[in-house]
């Protein structure tokens, strides 16, 4: 039980579909949106193609992370749809998806939660002063508005992913005041599963001139997360974005205990490949760290899934996961 105080570090063995790259937000250190109407969408058999051939292999987790349609858009509707849709055709074809749409109403979480394991919006830091440069043209990114649905997750019972993104120009007290909030929500509801602290890496397309969050302070960020989250909340960093091996081992040892999705392509930062499943369990082996495959949702959480849900979740349970996890 104590997964914490073992030497395992997780990841999910996962595949991220991309439902559409158009946004109406324009996040300046963005590398992943296209402007509204000017990108297809995923289409049901697009998508079928694509899961197929992943069937045979030992991926469990489908991310399902989107650009967003206006809330007021006459399209909205049919985005919606398709997020439902494909949500609904991974899962059964026996993955688990986990969905990041962005903002969502209350309903439409409520729709999403019956087809989807857990779910994942990323805080990135409460600081309004934010919204006078990277968000100035991202209405969902208020702050007050992402912490609401982050506590109506909590009202629904979805297990939940949520993280910081670091180096975008807050103050070093911004991020712990974004911790802290996490944290409170997390004692009022305990549907926070894990928080990803993710660091501001540049990319070709983004407009926000500056340089990447310094990988050498992660550390020193982890533990001090460590400290204000409550412990049964994993700390999630993305190890692509983490290049050095010491740094990684380092970043570990200050207490992050997963590596989140591992998979071809991380559409979100595509000009950092991810290290791959056997390269990463080099570099953790001679540290005397085991590397060990998981699920999006956390065990503690099953008892929140719909019977159909948690039917999925045991059988991947059985197959994936080690006897000491179970
Ligand atoms: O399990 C999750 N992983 C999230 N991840 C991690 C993800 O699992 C992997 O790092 C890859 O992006 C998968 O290809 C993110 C990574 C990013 O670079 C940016 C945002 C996210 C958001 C989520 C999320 O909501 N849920
Ligand atoms: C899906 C999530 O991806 C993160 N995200 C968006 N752009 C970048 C970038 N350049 N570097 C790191 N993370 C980024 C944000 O935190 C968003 O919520
Ligand atoms: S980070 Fe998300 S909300 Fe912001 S522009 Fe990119 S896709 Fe849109």
Redesign the pocket.
Known sequence: MPINNSRIVTY?P?Y?IVPTYECFNRCSYCNFRSEPGKSPWMSISDAESILKPLQSERIC?I?I?SGEVHPHSPRRQAWFKRIYDLSELAFSMGFLP?T?AGLLSFEEMQKLKRVNISM???LEQLTPTLLNSVHRHAPSKLPEVRLQQLQRAGELQIPF?T?LLLGIGETVNDGWETLEAISDLHQRYHHIQEV?L?PHSPGHQQTFDAPPFNPHQLPEVIAKARQILPSDITI?I?PNLVKDDCWLLACIEAGARDL????P?????PDYP?VQEQALREILQPAGWELVPRL?VYPQFDGWLSGELQTAVKRWRKTLTPVSLV
């Open positions: 999910s996962a991220t987790e991310l992370l986990h990041n994942g919006l990323m992913t993280g990803i993710q999630q993305p989140g999705g591992i998979g392509k991380d559409e979100v930062n991810h999006p």
